[in-house]
């Protein structure tokens, strides 16, 4: 079974990261619209979709929405606008940050940027060579 990862703008301008197992992921919209369910959304309504993706395993909904709700706003807006440069630069480990965390490898950057639906900007495909 299936589901979304999806991310709302609210009212107030914050960003809202979530997954869903319905097949159309604008019911899902809707009910953050009407209230139907007490959380961050009911008091940051109206809300509009500013980014979705389906994924054919809701296990990896789940856990595209895990990873993106850890990212910063920027790094979510970059994602929003589907700016894969930036995404990258931002996915870069920056000074200050403890050294036990490992600096994640070019081939881990573009897996991760794959799994959410999109190419790192140097991931290309081989160019054939002209001989002769």
């Not at 490898?105 to 001989?131: C, D, F, N, T, W």
Request: glycine letters at 6%; one cysteine or more.
């Amino acid at each position: 079974m299936g589901g979304w990862t999806y991310m709302l703008r609210c009212s107030d301008d914050s960003l809202y990261v979530g997954s869903t197992s319905y097949a159309d992921v604008n019911i899902r919209v809707a009910e953050h619209n009407d209230g139907r369910y007490w959380g961050y959304t009911s008091r940051r309504r109206p809300v509009k979709m500013v980014w979705s993706k389906w994924f054919d395993d809701l296990r990896e909904a789940h856990a595209a929405e895990r990873q993106i709700k850890g990212w910063s706003r920027a790094k979510k807006l970059a994602l929003m606008r589907a700016d894969e440069e930036t995404l990258v630069r931002l996915s870069k480990r920056r000074a200050g940050k403890p050294k036990s965390i490992p600096k994640p490898s070019k081939q881990q950057l573009v897996e991760q940027l794959h799994s959410i639906g999109l190419r790192h900007p140097e991931a290309r495909a081989p160019r054939a060579s002209h001989e002769g």
